[in-house]
């Protein structure tokens, strides 16, 4: 998986919000992996976590990605899922892969090489600009 946050204190996030929490009563019809509401907000995380990690000149506003992986999973628990149902939605190895693949394809669409950083500084410059879900997540150091 991408790392949503790449230190050992941060990885932990969503599961300390998780586990402040705890479990609701309910179970939701559909699995999660199939909630594109969910993966969406997932994705744009991973795609601001991406740029800021490839970056120099671009890091990440921590309180908010933090706030928005809570929000993430209040969004995941208000459409009835269990913290059970989120917790191994977020540790499974083919969601996480599914993510990493379009984190990918959304910086291929906007024209990044990944094997040139300037691109990505030039994609989150945009999307700072632009304050789009992503670039609210950044800011230029």
């Known amino acids: 998986m991408i790392p949503l946050f790449p230190h050992p204190a941060r990885t932990t996030t969503l599961a300390i919000a998780v586990a402040a929490l705890g479990a609701v009563p309910g179970h939701a019809i559909a699995d999660l992996s199939e909630n594109e509401d969910v ?3 997932l994705l744009n995380v991973a795609i601001a976590h991406e740029i800021r990690d490839k970056c120099e000149t671009i890091s990440a506003r921590e309180l908010k990605a933090k ?3 809570l929000n993430i999973y209040r969004f ?3 459409l009835g899922y269990t913290h059970d149902e989120i917790t191994t939605y977020t540790k499974d190895k ?3 892969e599914r993510l990493r693949q379009a984190t990918y394809a959304f910086l291929d669409e906007n024209g990044v090489d990944r094997e040139e950083v300037t691109g990505y500084c030039a994609l989150g410059e945009v999307e700072i600009e632009n304050a789009s879900p992503i670039g609210k997540l950044l800011r230029i150091d």
């Open 39 to 41: 993966f969406a907000r």
């Open 67 to 69: 706030l928005r992986m």
């Open 76 to 78: 995941a628990k208000g």
């Open 94 to 96: 083919a969601e996480q």
